[in-house]
């Protein structure tokens, strides 16, 4: 069964993810032939919240959590104590398609009704 695998450099941000498999993690990331054995980090393929097993290129690994951390959306959003960006307000509740401004700093609908290539 295949299993994945982050590469992380020596800030903790990843990389790369690989998709291995036992035999292929023994020749390769053990053994030393993809650089040092320590900054590879067996990840999960699908996020599972408060897990934080998934990784993806510019996310951050947290040695003491053993999780990685996502790749902080805005400059204002803060990491709550799940570990998941939160902007500094809360989105209206019933407003499912939204963009966050940072500029305005708030929340703004998006036309749901619109193409990707309309919007």
């Known amino acids: 069964m295949p ?14 993810v690989i998709v291995a498999g036992e035999n292929t993690k ?25 897990l934080g097993k998934q990784a993806g290129k510019g996310s951050t690994y947290d040695h003491q959590k053993a999780k990685f951390i996502g790749i902080k959306p805005h400059d204002s959003w803060v990491l709550n104590a799940d570990d998941e960006w939160e902007a500094p307000i809360s989105k ?3 407003q499912e398609f939204y963009d966050w401004n940072e500029t305005l700093q708030k929340f703004e609908p998006v036309d749901k009704t619109k193409t990707v290539k309309e919007a």
Do not use: P
Not at 5 to 15: F, G, L, R, S
Not at 26 to 50: F, H, M, Q, R, V
């Open 92 to 94: 209206r509740a019933g």
């Open 3 to 16: 299993r994945y695998y982050a590469q992380i450099d020596d800030n903790n941000k990843v990389i790369q």
């Open 26 to 50: 023994a020749e390769l990331i053990d053994s030393g032939k993809l650089g040092d054995a320590s900054k590879w980090i067996e990840c999960e393929k699908k996020y599972t919240k408060g």
